[in-house]
């Protein structure tokens, strides 16, 4: 093999001092003599460097390899070691740094093993650079925070989409992994709000950012106008589609105190309470549930507040106009007593409806207090003398139903013609199903005593036009005790 000469000058060293001997395949291969250079030619040509530290001492060298940072930097370092705890992070330091288990992510009780790995690089923000046991601590979560936060407020600037997993649900929201923990809240996550948060979590959605705070470390973000936005053409459209008038089928979305929302395949519309039924509801879960399928009225489309307001009781049978229809003046109706006030009694004779018996309807004497007459709860027949569809007003009569008359349809085949004897008599057998008892037969003794009795009365005082719902009934009494207390009020200087 091919040498190379060394000269007189290469063989002396620059202290005098020998070189170590280099081990050879060939008896050639000789240690040098006394005074050799610090490098040795070896036998592919490439030098050996025996002293690199150009003139520092060992020490200083070791020094200058070590990182050098303070509390609050942020560091980048290697996996060495992962314990059910904490996890060892080499960055070049004396020694490794430790993160502790909660502060690897800002997910809470997570194991170490899910969240790094062996070997893996990663940033870490030093909080304590010695502790009282001489540990470097380190935080993997607050230096994602820290690059996070520039992140999110040149989003925030921009107007633009942060997306991340739902990793919790908490008390009035979600909190979502965007970096750092975001809160979305429940009345924001979708167009309609929504009461069951739990399937949400693990899923990824794409929010809004609607406010920052990094010294309350507060993030507040909204799914509800990422969707708003994305959707907003279609919702023009569907609006611009929809008229007043038109009938349409629904899922009841979200029940709330004043109404029901309903989804029409594209928008949610309000029916409100008053619009739910005919009757009276106490509150609208009496009425519907969320799930229900339901068929409803357009009754406005506001397009500048993008508000629809529906009417489910306008696909309903009015029962009103239903009662119209089946009933006429005169007629004989059976009716529970539901109210009683200083004018009258309210008697409900249908589902729905009730009718004011006037107080000078309620017997042929003179009656000072409906509670003479009637009791709350109390049923009894009573002849219609006034239907006024147009303002959902009924005028009964105890005193004329004493008098006898025809009953309504529904009671004709307990209580018709067929039912009675010559004499007015009640023969038709057992009573209706219920226990109503046969009302007085026109004509009969009973029916002619009453007319003699009336007959022998003075002549009533002239009747007052009776609102036909309590609401009315209660302003016009409030109206008549203001101003007797008024009257009683002396007047103060």
């Not at 992070?89 to 992510?105: A, F, M, T």
């Not at 000072?368 to 239907?387: F, N, R, S």
């Not at 009953?407 to 226990?435: K, L, P, T």
Request: glycine content about 8%; hydrophobic content about 40%; proline content about 4%.
């Amino acid at each position: 093999m091919k040498k190379k000469q060394l000269s007189e000058q290469d063989v002396t060293g620059s202290n005098g001092s020998p070189v170590p001997e280099v081990a050879g395949d060939s008896a050639e291969a000789a240690a040098p003599e006394a005074g050799t250079t610090l490098t040795q030619i070896r036998e592919d040509d490439a030098p050996v460097v025996f002293d690199d530290l150009g003139g520092q001492s060992f020490s200083d060298a070791v020094d200058a390899t070590i990182v050098e940072f303070d509390d609050g930097d942020i560091v980048s370092g290697t996996v060495v070691k992962i314990d059910s705890d904490e996890v060892l992070l080499d960055i070049g330091y004396k020694s490794e740094g430790v993160i502790p288990s909660r502060e690897l992510s800002i997910r809470n009780d997570v194991d170490p093993h899910d969240v790094v790995t062996l070997d893996e690089v990663l940033e870490a923000l030093v909080l304590t650079k010695e502790d009282k046991d001489g540990r470097l601590i380190l935080s993997k979560k607050r230096a994602q925070y820290e690059r996070a936060w520039g992140t999110i407020e040149e989003l925030k600037e921009k107007e633009e989409i942060v997306s991340g997993p739902v990793i919790e649900v908490v008390k009035g929201g979600l909190i979502l992994d965007i970096g750092l923990r975001g809160f979305l809240p429940a009345s924001l996550v979708d167009l309609r709000r929504v009461r069951d948060l739990a399937p949400f979590v693990g899923r990824t959605l794409e929010c809004k950012i609607i406010e920052l705070d990094k010294n309350r470390n507060n993030v507040v973000l909204s799914r509800r106008a990422y969707l708003e936005e994305t959707q907003r053409e279609q919702r023009d459209e569907f609006l611009a589609n929809l008229k007043p008038g038109e009938v349409r089928s629904g899922v009841v979305s979200s029940v709330v105190n004043f109404g029901a929302f309903v989804d029409l395949g594209g928008m949610d519309g309000l029916v409100h309470v008053s619009e739910l039924s005919w009757k009276h509801v106490d509150h609208p879960s009496s009425v519907v549930q969320v799930g229900d399928e339901v068929t409803v009225q357009v009754l406005d489309v506001d397009l500048t507040r993008e508000r629809i307001s529906l009417s489910l009781k306008a696909t309903q049978q009015d029962p009103w106009q239903e009662f119209a229809d089946g009933h006429q003046v005169g007629e004989l109706v059976y009716g529970r007593v539901t109210k009683l006030v200083p004018f009258g009694s309210f008697v409900q004779v249908g589902d729905g409806i009730e009718g004011l018996v006037h107080i000078s309807e309620m017997a042929v004497h003179h009656v000072e207090a409906p509670e003479q007459v009637v009791t709350p709860g109390e049923e009894l027949w009573v002849k219609i003398i006034d239907i006024d569809l147009e303002r959902r007003r009924i005028s009964l009569s105890i005193k004329q139903a004493a008098e006898g008359g025809v009953v309504a349809a529904e009671y004709q085949d307990q209580f018709g013609e067929h039912a009675y004897d010559e004499h007015g008599n009640y023969i038709g057998g057992e009573q209706a199903e219920g226990g109503v008892p046969a009302p007085i037969a026109e004509g009969s003794e009973a029916a002619e005593a009453a007319l003699a009795e009336a007959a022998a009365q003075p002549d009533p005082e002239p009747e007052i036009s009776a609102p036909a719902t309590e609401a009315e009934m209660q302003a016009l009494l409030t109206d008549g005790l203001s101003s007797e207390s008024a009257q009683e009020t002396p007047e103060t200087e």
